[in-house]
C-alpha cells in the first residue's frame, strides 16, 4: 500500500500539471496561430491571445488544401490499415497459440524481430513490391529458367506486372502486417483456459468457429486498443503515402498540408498552415475520444 501524504500528494499534481501544459501547450499555441492574421502570427513574439479570423483562416486551408477529398482518402487509408492490423494479427496470433506444427515459435519470433524493422529502413522494398506485386515470383521464374524455357517453346517473353501505386490496396496493404499486433494477441490468447477450447472441441466446434464465436468476442477490448492506436498511427504516416501516392486524388490530408506552406522566398502563412492542421487533427482526436474507454480497458484489463 502507498502511503499518502500531503507532500507526496502535492509534488504528484505537480508533475501531473507540467505534464498537462507540455501537452497541451503546442495545441494551445497551434489554435492562437490559426486565428491571427498573417500580419499578427509573424510577429515576434507572437500575440498569446486569440485574433478574429480563425473560421477564416479555415476556410482557406480547406480550399487550398483540398481537404474534403483529402480527408476521405486519410480516413479510407487509417481506417484499411486499422481493420487490416487487427485482422492479420489476430488471425496471426491464433495460428500460432492453437496450432501445432513444427516452427511456430521460430516463425513468432522472425515476426517479433521486425519490430527493429519500422518502416522507414524497409521503405525501399515495399516501395518495390508495392511498384510491382509480381516481382519475386517474376524473379523465381528467371532463376528456375522457366521464362526462359517458355520463351524457347512458345515464343512469348513472360513478364508479369501489376501496380499498386496510386490506389488504395497500395496504401493499405503493404502496412497490415504488425508485429505489435501480433505479440499482443498471442499474450491474451495465452490466458484463454484449455477447459473452454476442451469444451469448444467437444461441442463440434472447429478452428474457424471457435475463432469467430469464442476468441474475437472475447477480444472485444484488445480489438479496440489495437484498432485505436493502428488508426492514429496510420492517419499521421506522412513517408509512404508522399511515395506511394503520386496522383493527388489519392494524396492523404496529412501529406497535402505541405501545400500551405510556401515555396522558397514566399510568405509564410503560418495562421493558414495552423488552421489546415487543426482540420487534420480533428478526426483522429474524436476516434480517441470515442474509443477512449475501450482503449483504456483493453490496455489496463486483467480479468479476461
Known sequence: MVERTPILNFATHVILFIGFLLAVGPLVIVVIASSHNLHDVN??????????????????????????????????????????????????????VYFRYPGRKAIFWLIFITLMLPLEVRIVPT?????????PYQAILDVTGITWLIEKVSGIQLSMNLGLLNSFPGLILP?????????????FFL??????????????????????????????????????????????????????????????????????????????EWNIAMAGTLIVMLPPLIVVVLMQRWFVRGLIATEK
Do not use: C
Open 43 to 96: 510577429q515576434v513574439p507572437m500575440p498569446l491571445i486569440p485574433g478574429s479570423d480563425f473560421w477564416n483562416n479555415i476556410k482557406t486551408a480547406w480550399t487550398l488544401a483540398d481537404l474534403g477529398p483529402k480527408l476521405l482518402n486519410s480516413l479510407v487509408f487509417a481506417t484499411g490499415v486499422a481493420a487490416g492490423k487487427v485482422i492479420v494479427s489476430a488471425l496471426t496470433a491464433f495460428s500460432i
Open 127 to 135: 516501395y518495390a513490391v508495392a511498384a510491382n506485386v509480381l516481382t
Open 175 to 187: 502496412l497490415v502486417a504488425t508485429a505489435t499486433g501480433t505479440f499482443l494477441y498471442r499474450q
Open 191 to 268: 490466458t484463454i483456459p484449455d477447459e473452454l477450447t476442451e469444451a469448444a472441441r467437444m461441442d463440434g466446434a472447429g478452428a474457424m468457429r471457435f475463432f469467430i464465436d469464442i476468441l474475437l468476442p472475447l477480444s472485444r477490448t484488445n480489438m479496440a486498443a489495437l484498432g485505436t492506436i493502428m488508426f492514429l498511427w496510420a492517419w499521421n504516416q506522412y513517408l509512404w503515402p508522399l511515395l506511394v501516392t503520386t496522383d493527388p486524388t489519392h494524396s492523404t490530408a496529412v501529406t497535402e498540408l505541405k501545400q500551405l506552406i510556401p515555396n522558397v522566398g514566399g510568405v509564410p
